[in-house]
């Protein structure tokens, strides 16, 4: 009964996850990353446990960049909080899949709680990459921007191409919030280069440091 | 349930410049929860689990703010992993715990976590502050604000069911 043409759907309502079909996607990660926190401005950035904070940290060991080095599946609460305190700043939550899923709940608080200033980017390449990339959900049929659009998102989007990415760009600087993307980037293991301090006091003091002042 | 003790804990915390009440609900905690919703002047924040509540609160310090956790006993343990930011990151956390589990419990299932609730939370570095009766709720959530945001650290204020009164079921 299988039909051909159909393969990927047809795996994923059986419960298989497809083990190929990340390794040529054709965005980048350290490109998309970098691309994401050019001229940043005033933009408040946190982000989750594993390659996203390597690749934050390859564009700029920004003191307005709070890495997570644990903590998995906080990292869109923790921009939820930092939205709601600093209405009139732009906040944008950069996370893997994996840390994504850990915290599907977040979705729905954030969908209740709407606020205008947050962005959520999912670096989606379908694997834990920490751990030896094993596949996620998200190999298979699981829909991140449905979910974020059914639990109250102002606007979610997956985004697949260089096209579909350099036209999304704009919004995702400033679109009304709260707002969600997921990048399909190429499964791809990428060195980790430079790392940001480990501890996690300075991260804070810093971070309060260049967005409050002097404590 | 007595209104009067929740409510001075309410303006003790508004006057200690809460202004994120985060929760999931429980009956100890109704008339907090719902003073926070109809203050405009403070976000209200249903969660879906409690462990979200630790890692909203740490955003909040980052951006200024100050916030609470409010939560049954039984969430305790959802939050153990995302307490390591709150200890790696040494941010200020406080939060308000009703008990069950606890004197006078009714339901069997409510002891192993009730029970666990205190050396749990010690195990992660959170102070625990524990409240009995009313004439101790000023006082105990007093030094809990100066203890969580004035030394950053982390402090649970338990609400014993010899204050909230035990549930037969």
Known sequence: ?215 | MSTEWPEEAYRLLREGGVDQFAYVPDAGHQHLIDRSIADPEVHSIALTTEEEGVGMLAGAHLGGSRGVLLMQSSGVGNCINLLSLIRAGRFPFLTLISMRGDFGEGNPWQMPMGQSTQPVLEACDVICLRIDEPGEVARTIGAALTMAFQNEMPVAVLLGQKLLGAKKF
């Open chain 1, 1 to 215: 009964m299988a039909d051909p043409t159909n393969d990927a759907m047809t795996d994923a309502m059986n419960g298989t996850l497809d083990r190929t079909r990340a390794a040529d996607y054709p965005l980048r990660r350290r490109e998309v990353v970098a691309a994401l926190l050019a001229d940043r401005g005033d933009m408040l950035v946190v982000a989750g446990l594993g390659a996203p904070v390597w690749d934050c940290t390859a564009v700029a060991d920004h003191p307005l960049n709070f890495p997570l080095w644990g903590a998995m599946g906080g990292a869109a609460v923790m921009g939820l909080g930092l939205a709601m305190a600093q209405p009139d700043r732009r906040v944008l939550v950069i996370t893997g899949d994996g840390e994504m899923l850990m915290g599907l709940g977040a979705l729905s608080t954030i969908g209740a709680q709407r606020p205008d200033n947050l962005a959520i980017v999912v670096c989606d390449n379908e694997r834990y990459g920490e751990t030896g990339m094993q596949l996620t959900h998200t190999a298979g049929s699981l829909d991140l921007p449905a979910m974020a659009l059914a639990a109250g998102f102002e606007s979610a989007a997956g985004i697949s191409s260089d096209n579909e990415f350099k036209a999304a760009l704009p919004a995702i600087r400033s679109a009304h919030g709260p707002a969600f993307w997921c990048i399909k980037i190429r499964a791809e293991n990428s060195p980790i280069g430079a790392m940001p301090p480990k501890d996690g006091v300075t991260l804070k003091d810093r971070f309060r440091a260049a967005l409050l002042g002097a404590a």
